[in-house]
């Protein structure tokens, strides 16, 4: 996908959030929208939704729904923050969690794995790419 009609998606998503927590609530449905928008096209142009950036755009839908049920609004408030790191920081969370299942770990499950994944520095591009690197050196 484009950089600039991803970017575009995730900031239209923190500004939708950020009126949802501050001045209107029915700004959540608008963020759902867009982001079940975002799942599909992102799924049709990666051909399929084993890619891990669908799995985070359908995590991420997930989350927003799950932030609805009664008393667990604050996921609402740790999606606003994640994405803000995402947009000023280019760290993302949620897909370094998500490298970290089965499908998607380019080795075994150890404490090494989880320090490279959790505290790479924030950088352009996937990170998964960068772990591949990182374990093609070692």
Excluded at 45 to 73: E, M, N, S, Y
Excluded at 97 to 103: D, K, Q
Aim: one cysteine or more.
């Amino acid at each position: 996908m484009h950089t600039i009609t991803k970017r575009l998606y995730w900031q239209l998503t923190a500004l939708l959030l950020a009126t949802h927590v501050l001045l209107a609530p029915s700004a959540l449905a608008l963020a759902i929208a867009l982001n079940a928008i975002q799942v599909v096209h992102v799924a049709l142009r990666r051909r399929g939704v084993r890619a891990l950036d669908v799995q985070v755009r359908v995590a991420f839908l997930g989350l927003l729904l799950i932030g609805t049920l009664p008393g667990l609004w604050p996921i609402h408030v740790v999606q606003f923050v994640g994405v803000n790191a995402l947009l000023v920081a280019d760290y993302c969370l949620l897909a370094r969690l998500l490298t970290l299942l089965p499908w998607n770990r380019p080795r075994p499950l150890s404490v090494a794995l989880v320090r490279d994944v959790l505290l790479a520095p924030p950088a352009p591009g996937p990170i998964a790419a960068r772990l591949a690197t990182v374990e093609a050196r070692r």
